[in-house]
């Protein structure tokens, strides 16, 4: 195993997710009420591009399927409204890192596996612009340039839990799945590149588990098991 796959939210950056989803959204509807977006329509079409975005064919890069999407609720205004909601992402959505907690083992182990020799490649769900993205890495008391590669709706053309996502990683490092570890929290979105046959590791500190799944089926743990689980 010579390349580490790592999710971000709850992983790299722990969080509560609920707690951060509101948060953003909270601050994204306070950003667009003055031109015009109800604040329930917005984060219905919020949720309404999402799923547009899971369930993205491959055909179109995950952006322009949320835009499509979104247009659909609010009509062709949304892209005359596009410069403000690039403006939020590189000014209010800083403050939603309050409902992060870095944890400094984070970063540590990312350099402990560059020093190592590690290819590390960032595989956080892309449907986040890079520049919410980047936000968050820095959040997570890590560099950007940490990783070889990092996915956001901008490129990427599938979203977790589809398997095509992880082929589309491994295409791009031109890597086998037996010389990858996918480490995240989710047990849906992130073990299933097991399937592939990546080897991973469940991170425990902020577990997403919707269907009660035996985590004992994966290894897992905190940051020092995730250390002891590679430096064997």
């Not at 580490?4 to 994204?28: A, H, K, N, W």
């Not at 005359?80 to 970063?107: K, R």
């Not at 890495?137 to 992880?166: M, Q, V």
């Not at 037996?178 to 991170?203: I, K, P």
Request: hydrophobic share 45%; charged share 20%.
């Amino acid at each position: 195993m010579n390349t580490v796959l790592f999710d971000l939210d709850g992983t790299l950056l722990p969080m509560d997710q609920e707690v951060f989803i509101r948060t953003y959204f909270s601050l994204l509807c306070r950003k667009l009420a003055p031109l015009g977006y109800e604040p329930a329509a917005l984060v219905d079409a919020l949720w309404s591009g999402t799923a547009a975005m899971v369930a993205n064919d491959g055909k179109r890069c995950n952006m322009d399927v949320f835009w499509d999407s979104f247009a659909s609720v609010f009509g062709q205004k949304v892209y005359d409204d596009m410069p403000v909601i690039d403006s939020f992402y590189l000014n209010e959505f800083g403050l939603a890192s309050a409902a992060c907690h870095g944890n400094p083992m984070a970063a540590k182990l990312v350099k402990r596996l560059k020093d190592a020799g590690y290819v590390l490649f960032l595989a956080t769900n892309p449907v986040f612009p890079r520049a919410a993205t980047l936000a968050r890495i820095r959040w997570a008391g890590l560099d950007p340039d940490d990783f070889a590669g990092i996915t956001t709706y901008e490129e990427a053309r599938h979203s977790k839990p589809s398997l095509e996502y992880y082929r589309d990683i491994l295409s791009l490092l031109d890597v086998c799945a037996s010389d990858c570890l996918m480490v995240g929290n989710d047990t849906s979105e992130d073990m299933v590149a097991s399937c592939l046959g990546m080897d991973v590791f469940l991170l425990t500190d902020c577990l997403i588990n919707p269907s009660g799944m035996d985590v004992g089926i994966y290894p897992h743990g905190g940051f020092r098991e995730l250390e002891g689980y590679i430096f064997k």
